[in-house]
């Protein structure tokens, strides 16, 4: 049964405020125990100092849309002593790295893609490797702002995500920007105005608002549903709802997914299996 969640913010966006998140959760989820980790720094400190990470990461990262990444091809983290790679394996410098078929959206920010799935399996590694549970009882939420993308075997090719499911989860702030669709009108104008940047402009300024941007103060209301969804799918095996006006329905378009959030409503049916769970260690 799950009894702990742990955040681990790697976002740079400053709108991201763990505490308010947390706060809203543990009211929620009141026998779940939130920001165990402060005192906790492990993996923050490898995020940010260690090089065969940087290395492992490159490797997920996506060369051709359309081809899905080989797993076998990531070596287990654990194979390899850390000196070995301080010293010796140098980082894929990202750029060489620079995907060149991607949405023009993409392209302009300088995104790399990253298959989800294998980045999950890779944290999964170091989070056990540095003596973390990752079962059942412990939820890991990792936010970055790599952009995520899994692969679908119906149409052939990745799509971006913004929240790849599992222990950990994790959550990707340029995956909320560019993995729910943005209004079909907006992308049609786009395409037709791609060639006159002052009519582009226009466009961006007429739709303002309409979808999530770099920077954007309701980023946080979204973490928050979305770290909602990831401690449902841990509770009950499904993150999402049918109910298109509960929080965790699973939104396909951006003014969906801030319209949901932003009202903050959940159904009856899953504030009973919230409740069930908060009663059930009692
Ligand atoms: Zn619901």
Redesign the pocket.
């Known amino acids: 049964m799950l009894t702990d969640v742990f955040f681990y913010n790697f976002s740079r966006w400053t709108e991201i405020k763990l505490e308010e998140i947390e706060y809203y959760l543990q009211k929620n989820f009141r026998n779940l125990s939130f920001n165990n980790n402060k005192n906790d720094n492990r993996l923050s400190r490898l995020f940010h100092l260690n090089l065969n990470l940087a290395y492992f990461q490159s490797k997920c990262i996506v060369q051709n849309i359309k081809r899905e990444l080989d797993s076998n091809q990531i070596l287990p983290f654990k194979d390899f002593p850390e000196d070995h790679f301080m010293f010796g394996i140098k980082p894929i410098c990202n750029q060489e790295y620079y995907l060149t078929r991607f949405q023009d959206f993409i392209l302009k920010e300088n995104l790399l893609l990253y298959d989800g799935i294998l980045l999950q399996k890779l944290y999964q590694e170091i989070l056990c490797q540095l003596d973390f549970e990752v079962n059942l009882s412990e939820l890991h939420i990792i936010i970055t702002d790599k952009l995520l993308g899994s692969f679908d075997d119906i149409d052939w090719k990745y799509h971006a995500r913004s929240v790849i499911f599992g222990n950990p989860t994790i959550l990707s702030t340029s995956g909320l920007i560019y993995g729910p669709a943005r209004p079909k009108e907006y992308y049609l104008k786009v395409l037709y105005h791609s060639r006159d940047p002052e009519l582009l402009a226009e466009v961006e300024n007429e739709y303002r608002g309409k979808f999530i941007e770099y920077n954007d103060n309701r980023i946080n209301s979204i973490i928050e549903g979305l770290s909602m969804q990831s401690i449902c799918y841990m509770i009950e095996g499904d993150p ?4 298109s006006n ?4 699973n939104s396909h378009w951006q003014e969906e997914l801030i319209r949901l959030n932003l009202n903050t409503n ?6 009973k ?1 919230i409740k069930n769970n908060t009663s059930r260690l009692i």
């Open positions: 999402f709802c049918n109910d509960c929080r965790l329905f959940i159904c009856k049916k899953h504030l299996i």
